[in-house]
């Protein structure tokens, strides 16, 4: 019993039952094993890892040097930014706004630089939810390529302070 | 070995030593007190999440939520589990606790941690939340008291080593532990390995908040931080494990029907849980891809393998000690006729079925790479703990209590018929709750967030509105969850204090 010593020799060979069931799981196991590095390769939806130091204040004038370049119009008292598919674009994470607010193209592929002006961040993408984090210090580059078009929401989603649910941020894809 | 107190307890016929029983006693009496108030902030929480009640305000959902972290995760579970180690060490070899000064000097320093948490996050000096992520930063008495616990915890963890290498110079086993001791032997291993990188994070953060060293990097402190975080997680489930299969031993007199493969699972938990952390780190910048798959995925395929073994190891001896006792009927007899009106047992039923099925299954869904991109930090990931730590290992505890209180407290359960419904109404208040959050996350509904309809935001977002359905459902299953919470509260004070005594 669980609740006294085992005999002397309790290292016994597994019963039919018992191999199958084991045998079964193992491979249930294996399956899901192999398959989450071969979807890494042919898949097309997979979280980025490319990411570099960047400090506060630089990361601040690279956002802005991308609002003075593609500002086409203002929301709310954010900037709305259409900038160009081929250079880098940026967003800006800070206690309690996401900055600017980004208008892109469907189909094309942008580099989205993600960083925090303060502390931790979750960048989620509603209604589609996708969610990544934001971390100070650290530039986070998602390759991104919207696919419909619409209005799309940024929720904060990692608990950054009292006013963390007001932390809503927008975007559009053309 | 004249001096020492050893009575023979009727029921289980368990030979208990004063001192280990007081251990025991004090421990199980400290874990009660810190659900009950983790568990009436778990109620506050839910009913604030709930949209239609929405009860308190920004400031205190977020600061009770961090207090429920704290009791709820950290105290209770860790409290019982020294209980079980003092157990398992000592009453289930008939030994004594060799070192029961050290017992009390642990279960001093994490009543002292846990009360210093609580006062300085009642006080508004730590609404960081469980997590407490750099740089957000609390009051330094909050690392202290967090650094006291874990010190606490871990010389309880130590406690277990110290106890079984003695008793067996003593006779209290001759070449194997029981396989209840065994389990909660692969739980103290990975407790010491989990708790040495909360020391690694935690002390660190302490002289950051001092002032003593000016930095610490929010995405190391997010890599050490889960291998606390997590690990911990997985004592959790040894210990739960380890209660599943000794509720089956006293109550249907179960015996493990292949001790090789019942051990063997438990070693792969010791060898593969601690490598397989980083799921909440795959949606981080930094860690590279390659890193983050071996981490997560293939580490942790290993462990559920473990968990697998358990699912079939437990209900099949239970089966051969229910056929043996006559129940030969058909294929399903043994079922029908299991002691489903015994909370014990009941308890730890449940326990496996919404642990497999909610928590275990989620977990290793969510774990992997792509799935976690549209589950990080949503409420799903909440959904998928409350279906472990609470549908699991609460559960498990809760019954085992049912046991605890006759053998170690030596009095009746009171209140049979409710004590009875407890685990039910529980499980169902708490499968309830975590379905709820789960198909809520799936619409990408945030964890840890006080508006869902994010008043004062300058943009405005709305939710799919079936999730309202799901909100509503977290809703009624923390209510009956907390009634039943309330019930197992109020039976074991009760039996504790106004049990008839047993044996005297």
Known sequence: MAIYEPERMWWNPLSKDERIWVGVALIWMLVSFIFMPIYHVVGSQNPPSETYKVTAEDFDKLVEGMVAKYKVGEENGFPVVHPNPSEPIYVRASMWQWYPVLELEKGKTYRLHLSSMDIQHGFSILPINMNFMALPGYDYVLKLTPTTTGEFHIVCNEYCGIGHHTMVGKMYVK | ?504
Not at chain 2, 218 to 247: D, E, K
Not at chain 2, 282 to 293: A, E
């Open chain 2, 1 to 504: 070995m004249a001096n020492f107190q050893f009575r023979t307890d009727p029921l289980s016929g368990l030979k208990i030593e004063k001192s280990s029983e007081n251990l025991i006693k004090w421990n199980v009496i400290a874990a009660l007190a810190t659900l009950a108030v983790g568990g009436l902030m778990a109620l506050l929480v839910a009913l604030t999440r709930w949209p239609s009640v929405h009860l308190l305000g920004a400031t205190n959902y977020y600061r009770f939520l961090t207090l429920h972290g704290i009791d709820a995760l950290l105290a209770w579970i860790i409290f019982f589990e020294v209980a079980l180690v003092h157990f398992t060490s000592t009453v289930l070899l008939g030994t004594r606790s060799y070192v029961p000064w050290l017992g009390w000097l642990a279960f001093a320093l994490m009543l002292i941690g846990g009360g210093v948490i609580n006062v300085i996050v009642l006080l508004g000096g730590a609404d960081v939340m469980f997590t407490s992520y750099v740089p957000l930063k609390a009051d330094p008495i909050y690392y202290l008291g967090v650094i006291l616990f874990a010190v606490g915890a871990l010389l309880g963890f130590i406690i277990f080593f110290i106890n079984v290498t003695l008793s067996k110079r003593d006779g209290g086993y001759k070449r194997s532990l029981p396989l209840g001791s065994f389990g909660m032997a692969a739980g103290s291993i990975i407790a010491v390995l989990t708790l040495a990188h909360g020391a690694a994070i935690f002390i660190p953060t302490l002289l950051w908040a001092l002032n003593i060293i000016g930095y610490v990097d929010p995405a190391a402190y997010r890599l050490v931080f889960w291998g606390l975080g997590h690990p911990s997680q997985q004592i959790n489930v040894s210990a739960m494990v380890a209660v599943w299969y000794m509720t089956a031993a006293f109550v249907v007199g179960s015996k493990p029907v292949n001790e090789k493969l019942s051990r063997t699972a438990f070693v792969l938990y010791i060898l593969f849980i601690n490598v397989a952390s980083e799921h909440h780190l795959l949606v981080d910048p930094v860690l590279s891809t390659w890193h983050k798959i071996v981490n997560t995925s293939y580490m942790m395929h290993l462990a559920v393998l473990a968990s697998m073994i358990h699912a079939f190891a437990i209900p099949a001896s239970i089966e051969v000690a229910l056929r043996r006792q006559g129940f030969t009927r058909g294929l399903f007899e043994w079922l029908k006729k299991a002691p489903w009106g015994n909370p014990a047992f009941s308890g730890i039923a449940i326990s496996i079925l919404l642990f497999g099925f909610l928590g275990g299954i989620t977990g290793v869904i969510f774990g992997t790479e792509q799935f976690n991109i549209i589950r990080h930090n949503t409420w799903a990931i909440t959904g998928h703990f409350h279906g472990t730590v609470v549908a699991g290992t609460t559960i498990a505890f809760m019954g085992f209590t049912y046991l605890l209180i006759p053998y170690i407290f030596k009095r009746e359960i009171i209140w049979k018929g409710f004590a009875t419904i407890q685990p039910y109404l529980y499980g169902v208040g708490v499968a309830t709750l975590s379905i709820g959050m789960m198909s809520a996350g799936q619409f990408g509904v945030p964890r840890r967030h006080y508006d869902i309809t994010f008043s004062g935001a300058p943009f405005s977002f709305t939710f799919d509105p079936a999730i309202d359905m799901f909100m509503s459902m977290m809703g009624v299953g923390g209510v009956l969850a907390a009634i039943g919470g309330v019930l197992y509260i109020l039976i074991s004070f009760g039996s504790i204090i106004f049990g008839k005594k047993i044996g005297d």
